[in-house]
């Protein structure tokens, strides 16, 4: 599987043409985005005006099937083919889907990647994971297709939202506890609210070559890549009984909630230092990075979500990935629903 170029850039305009440039192996370029951010940022990158634009309606919602069929159909009727590039601009619904529909149309067309939120930056456009969501679940279609290049912008997300900022920063403290204490600390300082886009660049930068060497050493999430889902069997689950409730709950905060829940297992299971759950837990209360509450009603809706992840190597077993202390993960580890249950109790204690 070929490396991801990242590059860091306060002016996307500029560097996305020469990008262009130097990737296009003909004029033939194709732009996915959702129908927001052709509206809101599009217009900002002074794009060229005969440059083919596919949009679809933005939102979660939106990330299916049904969607990337109307997507090959574009690309279909503009005469995409595999010397064509597409750029895939937006937020985590875009890159996934948009790599998807790229490296299926005729068995792969190259695309890159220009995330316009700091999750995307630190997770979705970054590794080579794309995918839909299907019957009720989290990227169960889909494939390994890195992009050729991802363009990383902080400029780029002024616009965002609080709990949009926050959600990308859950998945920054993810890769900080899956490197060192230091970064860990160096992470739990900044104040993404108020940090500059320099600021956030230059921690992005740090974060985002976690993922890169943990990817380059397992691109096909056979072994070590698998620490990357470090707080996700509980997140996604808390994500996903959300949606089913009409709750818009952003990713990155449901990992930091199941990063809370994980620093917990850690510590039942694994000796891992309960500073870090505490840590945590404070980061989730003192920044108000709130989730939907639950109750002990909730837990077996919860443990069937967890049940079905797709990290889990044998049917109905949840696994986890559990750390020994920052830098240290541990994969694969089998936690018991009773387990599971005293984890939550402890977590609803104290984030409540």
């Known amino acids: 599987m070929n490396e991801t170029k990242v590059i860091f850039t306060l002016d996307t305009a500029a560097t996305l043409r020469h990008t262009v440039e130097s990737l296009a192996q003909s004029a033939d370029v194709t732009v996915i985005t959702d129908s927001t951010v052709a509206s809101v940022v599009l217009p900002s990158l002074s794009l060229p005006d005969d440059l083919h634009v596919i949009t679809f309606s933005a939102g979660e919602a939106n990330k299916n099937l049904s969607t990337c069929t109307h997507l090959w159909q574009s690309m279909s009727r503009s ?6 590039l597409v750029v895939n601009i937006g937020g985590g ?4 889907m948009g790599g998807f529909v790229a490296a299926t149309f005729k068995r792969g067309v190259r695309f890159i990647n ?33 992009a050729l290049a991802v363009i990383v912008d902080s400029t780029l997300f002024r616009t965002l939202p609080p709990e949009q900022l926050l959600s990308g920063y859950g998945e920054m403290v993810k890769h900080a506890l899956l490197h060192s204490p230091e970064m860990f600390a160096e992470t739990a300082a900044l104040d993404i609210l108020d940090a500059s886009p320099d600021e956030i660049n230059g921690l992005l930068e740090k974060n985002i070559a976690v993922k890169r060497d943990i990817v380059a050493a397992d691109p096909l999430e056979r072994g070590l890549r698998k620490a990357l889902n470090l707080g996700h069997t509980f997140g996604h689950a808390l994500e996903s009984l959300s949606i089913s409730r009409g709750i818009d709950l952003p990713h990155g905060i449901a990992v930091l909630h199941g990063l809370a829940v994980a620093m917990i297992l850690s510590h039942m299971a694994k000796g891992m230092p309960s500073e870090y759950i505490h840590h945590i837990a404070s980061l989730i209360k003192s920044r ?7 109750t002990c ?14 990290k889990n190597t ?28 005293t984890a939550l109790d402890i977590y609803r204690d104290l984030v409540g």
């Not at 108000?288 to 639950?294: D, E, K, L, M, V």
């Not at 830098?327 to 387990?339: E, L």
């Open 114 to 146: 220009i995330p316009t939120t700091l999750l995307c930056a630190v997770d979705a456009a970054i590794g080579g994971k794309t995918g839909v969501d299907f019957d009720g679940l989290k990227n169960e279609i889909g494939v390994f297709a890195p």
């Open 297 to 310: 009603d909730d837990y077996s809706a919860l443990l069937d979500l967890m049940s079905h992840d797709k």
């Open 288 to 294: 108000g990075i709130s989730a939907p509450a639950i």
């Open 79 to 84: 005469g995409v083919n595999r010397r064509s």
């Open 93 to 96: 619904v875009t890159t996934d």
């Open 314 to 341: 044998e049917a109905h077993r949840i696994a986890f990935t559990l750390l020994t202390a920052p830098g240290c993960p541990v994969t694969d580890v089998q936690i018991s629903p009773d387990d599971i249950r």
